[in-house]
């Protein structure tokens, strides 16, 4: 008898899919504008500091936790957050980062006392970590080519150093014609947008 046998389906989780290139290049910027919001959470609030002074009744010690408080548990939870990007699904801790990011920076636009902005940019700083390791390991499962990986995590990292001198520029414009607390609701704006690039 002739029997037709069909060739297994490949169970392998971690074998890199095959994506237009259209939807590697919006992949590209969403995580790019990952790395961009979290640098930015910083270097804006810098232009700012003086208005949130002003308008919370911070003292200079408390002004200084809003970012200390961020880098601290940033960097605390980095690792953390990319062991769980290697135990889980990345693709869950990311979106679980940025999400609650959103959410925080919006709570943060409507907050005009120093002790909730000071927790609030606390746990800003372990979404923000968990963002990070998670897009990068995406972004290699997006471009398995070692060529087009280099020049992806190059771009990545590029957006960071954009960010930080683009943040200063942003924070003063929103604190001279606006309003300082803008510049969370800015945060916010921008990564619900990038929310909806994942989808």
């Not at 208005?51 to 002004?63: K, N, V, Y």
């Not at 548990?73 to 679980?96: E, Q």
């Not at 060529?147 to 995590?153: D, I, K, N, T």
Request: aromatic share 10%.
């Amino acid at each position: 008898d002739n029997v037709t046998t069909s060739a297994p389906l490949s169970t392998n989780i971690h074998e890199p899919q095959r994506l237009s290139l259209a939807r590697k290049l919006n992949l590209l910027v969403m995580f790019c504008l990952t790395q961009f919001i979290d640098t930015l959470s910083m270097s804006a609030l810098l232009s700012a500091i003086p208005a949130l002074e002003a308008s919370m009744g911070m003292t200079e010690i408390q002004s200084t936790w809003v970012f200390s408080g961020f880098r601290l548990t940033f960097t605390s939870f980095l690792l953390i957050s990319g062991r769980l990007s290697d135990v889980y699904n990345p693709k869950t801790v990311f979106i679980g980062g940025v999400s609650t990011l959103g959410i925080l920076s919006l709570c943060a636009g409507f907050v005009y006392t120093a002790v909730p902005i000071l927790v609030l940019r606390a746990i800003t700083g372990i979404t923000s970590a968990m963002t990070i390791p998670s897009a990068l390991k995406l972004l290699v499962k997006v471009f398995p080519d070692p060529l087009e990986q280099a020049r992806a995590v190059g771009f990545f990292a590029g957006c960071g150093a954009v960010a930080n001198m683009g943040g200063l520029v942003v924070g003063a414009m929103f604190v001279q014609r606006v309003s300082c607390h803008w510049v969370f609701c800015f945060l916010h704006l921008v990564d619900f947008r990038r929310d909806i690039r994942f989808h």
